[in-house]
């Protein structure tokens, strides 16, 4: 059975550490720091055996040199030559087989144009996303237009509900936030922001979510619903999904 534990890391990044069974061979996913990875690496006596990269950001692979250096992991990520340490670049189609799984590539450009997220169907389907879907949220339009960021959703969207979302930042507080604003009559929204709530107080993770939990609680994937397009009427555009998605994004830009 593949497990995943959350590495924190800076203010709000998660490193996610995947692990078969029993065995101490195990994946990091961005490392955008490398300390707290070897910290849990050598107080379990664990083997860093793969490492995936969902884009070029720094948070995601600061880390990647140290841990290169030290462990050399085989390094799978996106065809983009700003990432140094790549040793096997994947894209749109490619399969990857890693801790036992096989994970379907998924390009999904809008947070930066190399950004990729990695899909492993299953009982549960689990689904790396880096930061182009958060909890209740997505992310910032760094490089790529709302229209790529808009499809790439979509393709989240249609992954089986009992999907586990494993994303990249702990932005779930202020995201509910902003989505009680923005799906006001959405009764799920504010129980779900009195949970998340409760789980920081605890300083327990919000994360993973679920595809079908984000089908109801996440307004960038329920801009076909007439409580977001109405609040969205009030700030832009409404007239199209892709419209309201766009409303959305820029009026969480300055939230």
Same mark, same amino acid.
């Given at each position: ?27 990091? *996913?961005?490392? %955008? =720091?490398?300390?707290? /990875? $070897?910290?849990? @690496? ?9 490492? +995936? ?9 600061g880390g990647l040199e140290e841990l290169i250096k030290r462990y050399s992991p085989k390094v799978i990520g996106p065809d983009n030559p700003a990432i140094a340490g790549i040793t096997q670049t *994947?894209?749109? %189609? =490619?399969?990857?087989? /890693? $801790?036992?799984? @096989? ?9 930066? +144009? ?142």
């Open positions: 059975m593949l497990s995943v534990t959350p590495i924190p890391a800076f203010s709000d990044n998660y490193i996610w550490l995947l692990r078969q069974d029993a065995s101490q061979k195990v994946c990091v *996913v961005d490392p %955008g =720091d490398a300390a707290p /990875v $070897m910290e849990v @690496l050598e107080r379990e006596a664990l083997e860093l055996e793969t490492v +995936l990269i969902t884009h070029h950001h720094h948070d995601h692979t *994947v894209g749109e %189609g =490619d399969e990857v087989r /890693v $801790m036992g799984r @096989l994970f379907e590539v998924m390009a999904t450009p809008g947070h930066t +144009l190399d950004h990729i997220s990695f899909f492993t169907p299953g009982i549960p389907s689990l689904l790396f996303c880096g930061d182009t879907l958060f909890c209740a949220g997505c992310g910032r339009l760094f490089e790529g237009t709302p229209e790529q960021l808009y499809h790439s959703l979509r393709r989240f969207a249609e992954l089986p509900e009992e999907t586990l979302v494993f994303a990249a930042h702990e932005y779930t507080q202020a995201n509910l936030t902003f989505a009680r604003e923005a799906d006001p009559d959405n009764d799920e929204v504010a129980s779900a922001l009195e949970d998340c709530r409760r789980a920081r107080e605890a300083e327990r993770p919000t994360l993973p979510s679920t595809i079908g939990r984000e089908l109801n609680i996440n307004p960038y994937l329920r801009v076909h619903t007439a409580s977001v397009r109405k609040a969205a009427a009030a700030q832009g555009a409404d007239d199209s999904d892709l419209a309201t998605f766009t409303t959305l994004r820029e009026w969480k830009n300055r939230f």
